[in-house]
């Protein structure tokens, strides 16, 4: 009875944990992404700049 109710709650907790990570693997690779793309950018924009400039 005891180690059923054991191994039901490291279950709990591991579905809730891989839950946890799963959730902050979708909402921050949007993220991280998005932060990417503008460091791209701003770098293409200034080395445009510069290109412009000399």
């Known amino acids: 009875m005891g ?3 054991d191994k039901s709650i490291y279950y709990s907790d591991l579905i809730i ?3 946890l ?3 902050a ?3 921050g690779v949007p993220i991280a992404i998005r932060i990417v793309a503008i460091v791209i ?3 293409v924009e200034s080395i445009r700049w510069v290109w ?3």
């Open 3 to 5: 180690s059923l109710w």
């Open 25 to 27: 693997f979708v909402i």
């Open 17 to 19: 944990l891989t839950g």
């Open 21 to 23: 990570q799963v959730g």
């Open 41 to 43: 950018a701003v770098l």
């Open 52 to 54: 412009e400039r000399f």
